[in-house]
């Protein structure tokens, strides 16, 4: 089953007088269950495609269908909704809002989904037993370390049971072990609750785990290769 179908996406960004490349003719089908690292150098479109595929940026030709939506068709608001139900986003600097603990972060989530709070603390603890930080869930940011940090902030992306996650540089803040242990954590998402990962990402730590490899390059897709199962 196809979770995301980009057909012929291009974005251009103009600054002054010159036209930035995006995309450029982008096709695109993302499985149910893939586990994709997205890789290529600086520049060549990786952020640009997973803004696009998040809803987060519109290309300025082709289409996105994500599940039974396209993209194009949703308003602003429509495509909040959809992101608040279906994606989960975990970037490169966290986003944890600093003056919540770690069980407020994921049950800020929740509370903009109109979960009543019984469930909010329920599920939070549950979530962040989850990703290995029982015991620590009164903790704000500050007092957290970086990868105690990136497990909060993947708790919250996946409180709502996305289908798919869309991961930036998730591991660039990160030292080896850190890395590794999320990579644990993605991979055993996949497996159990069959998430779809989309991971953007240079380190070669993330994208040795992949199974399949997608290589962009001056925003276009170069190379899509599955990597059969060691
Ligand atoms: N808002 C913007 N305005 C102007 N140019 C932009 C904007 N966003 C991206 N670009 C340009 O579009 C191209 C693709 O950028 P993008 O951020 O997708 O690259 P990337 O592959 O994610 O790079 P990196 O590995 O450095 O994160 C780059 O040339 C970038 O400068
Ligand atoms: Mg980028």
Redesign the pocket.
């Known amino acids: 089953m196809k979770v995301v179908e980009c057909k012929a996406l291009i ?1 251009t ?3 002054g007088d010159s036209k ?4 450029d003719h982008v096709d695109l089908d993302v499985n149910q269950g893939d586990f994709i690292c997205l890789s ?12 696009a595929i998040g809803g987060l ?1 519109r290309p300025d030709v082709g289409s996105i269908k994500l599940g039974d939506h396209y993209l194009e068709k949703l308003s602003k608001s429509e495509l909040a909704e959809l992101r608040l139900k279906n994606i989960g986003f975990v970037f490169q600097a966290y986003n944890l809002v600093p003056v919540l603990s770690a069980r407020e972060n994921v049950e800020f989530v929740m509370e903009l989904q109109g979960v009543n709070s019984a469930t909010r603390a329920q599920l939070s603890l549950a979530l962040l037993e989850e990703v290995g930080l029982k015991g620590l869930e009164d903790r704000r940011p500050a007092q957290l370390s970086g990868g105690q940090q990136q497990r909060v902030a993947v708790a919250r992306a996946i409180v709502s049971k996305p289908d798919l996650v869309l991961a ?2 998730p591991t660039a803040n990160l030292d080896s072990h850190t890395a590794e242990n999320l990579m644990d954590l993605f991979e055993q998402l996949n497996q159990e609750r069959n998430i779809t990962f989309v991971i ?1 990402t ?1 380190d070669e730590r993330v994208i040795r785990r992949a199974r399949r490899k997608i290589y ?1 390059v001056d ?1 276009k897709i170069a190379k899509d290769e599955q990597v059969d199962a060691a």
Do not use: W, Y
């Open positions: 974005r960004f103009v600054q930035i490349t995006g995309l290529g150098p600086s520049g060549s479109g990786k952020t640009t495609l997973l803004n940026d930036d540089e953007a240079h962009m925003g």
